[in-house]
């Protein structure tokens, strides 16, 4: 068979299964050059390559596993893999002929930022903690604007209020603490829900 007819008969099985998506295709793509490659050195159907298909990861799920991964490290180990990572920004800026730029740290978990705007280790440069003070507070301001939307009335900050206690739940004590987060944080949070979600009594009377 030809590779022209392999690939045919590989987009012919993706279409007869749209549940394959895009990836099911690529694969299947993948699978015919091969069997193209091999059945061209005589290699036998059973003893050819199945490709490992691609699949893509989101930056949000990277982010989520690096936090994961970050929430469990000693903070202050963190603290200098953190100041380990700036300096190969730093380092790769300077190799490439670029003025070197306040750090990067758009795509760093929570708590490796907290270690950065704390400063507990003493590893780090003013510049550096404002940049980090700063990610966090441009983090609490897109999380507002997400939960409320259009929506800046009641139902809007209920949302937010009743996102902000889950959140406070399973953040490290350090990103709390980065964020300017205390338990009240929580309880006017968590109060505010409850009381604007209560029945009122026309609505026990209804």
């Known amino acids: 068979?030809?590779?022209?007819s392999m690939l045919n008969a590989a987009t012919a099985r993706s279409s007869a299964h749209p549940s394959l998506g895009e990836s099911g295709l690529a694969s299947a793509v993948q699978k015919a050059i091969l069997d193209a490659k091999a059945s061209s050195a005589g290699v036998p159907a059973?003893?050819?390559?199945i490709p490992t298909p691609t699949v893509a990861i989101s930056a949000a799920a990277q982010m989520a596993a690096a936090a994961k991964v970050d929430d469990a490290k000693d903070f202050t180990a963190l603290s200098k893999e953190v100041r380990s990572a700036l300096n190969q920004q730093?380092?790769?800026?300077?190799?490439a002929g670029r003025d070197v730029p306040s750090p990067d740290v758009s795509r760093m978990s929570g708590r490796a930022i907290a270690a950065i705007a704390l400063n507990k280790t003493g590893d780090f440069s003013r510049d550096e903690i404002f940049t980090a003070k700063g990610e966090l507070n441009r983090r609490n301001r897109e999380a507002f604007l997400s939960a409320t939307g259009s929506n800046h009335g009641a139902g809007g900050l209920v949302t937010y209020s009743r996102q902000l206690v889950s959140q406070y739940d399973v953040t490290s004590s350090?990103?709390?603490?980065?964020?300017g987060w205390t338990p009240?944080?929580?309880?006017?949070s968590a109060s505010y829900v409850q009381k604007?979600?209560?029945?009122s009594l026309w609505d026990m009377l209804g």
């Open 184 to 188: 009240q944080t929580r309880t006017t």
């Open 174 to 179: 350090e990103e709390r603490e980065a964020r």
């Open 46 to 49: 059973e003893s050819r390559p």
């Open 196 to 199: 604007a979600t209560a029945p």
């Open 1 to 4: 068979m030809s590779l022209m």
């Open 90 to 95: 730093y380092g790769d800026a300077t190799a």
